[in-house]
């Protein structure tokens, strides 16, 4: 293992820092669409529940796969890189999660609330934004913090369409070496490098988030 780190570190570390990158843009993408989402799907506009709601069970119901392999082959008079297919349908594939998980957390703030706002002049967006939001966001940290890790994890998918991620190099690595246990052990342990760091920071974010009240 050590002398696969020497002799193909590089392409270890261009993988990681891509997977980092990825997961990075992906995962502010995914909470920003999320978010407008959630509100879409309570809003008391029909056509936003609709679309909103339409949009979730769609991408829910469908494989990660198939919403990248839209973007790559789909839209291939676009040529999108591996790279930029993977993250739209990583941002778009995780935004409906993460839509359903904040919309839980809108629906538990009692409706009061939302009423009291708009009694003291805030608009509904307004209500949405100052009032509400914060809330919800701070309850659902847990199944939040369960996607981003899943996300990170999804990104994998980019290896599919040559998007020059860890799994990308790993089966560039594995096909000069030979060395398939210790190649893939070796993408795991890098995996691990992004994961537990995340796992742990959310865990904080939660414990602090209690503490506050």
């Given amino acids: 293992m050590i002398s696969l780190l020497i002799d193909h570190g590089d392409r270890y570390i261009e993988g990681f820092l891509n997977t980092l990158t990825i997961s990075v843009l992906a995962l502010m993408g995914s909470f920003v669409l999320g978010t407008v989402l959630a509100v879409m799907r309570i809003a008391s506009i029909r056509p936003l529940r609709w679309v909103g709601t339409a949009y979730v069970e769609f991408i829910r119901n469908i494989p990660l796969l ?29 935004s409906a999660y993460i839509a359903d998980a904040i919309r839980a957390g809108i629906q538990s703030i009692p409706q009061g609330q939302i009423e009291a706002a708009r009694c003291s002049g805030l608009s509904y967006l307004q209500a949405m934004r100052f009032i509400v939001l914060p809330q919800a966001i701070k309850i659902v940290i847990p199944p939040l913090g369960n996607q981003f890790l899943n996300l990170i994890k999804n990104s994998a998918i980019l290896g599919v369409y040559a998007g020059a991620d860890l799994m990308y190099f790993g089966d560039q690595i594995n096909s000069d ?8 052990l070796l993408v795991g342990v890098f995996y691990l490098l992004l994961t537990v760091p995340t796992s742990f920071a959310v865990r904080a974010l939660e414990r602090r988030m209690a503490r506050t009240g």
């Fill in 66 to 94: 198939l919403v990248v392999a839209i973007f790559y082959h789909g839209l291939a008079f676009l040529g999108l890189s591996g790279f930029v297919a993977g993250g739209i349908g990583l941002t778009i594939y995780t």
């Fill in 177 to 184: 070496t030979f060395d398939t246990f210790n190649v893939y």
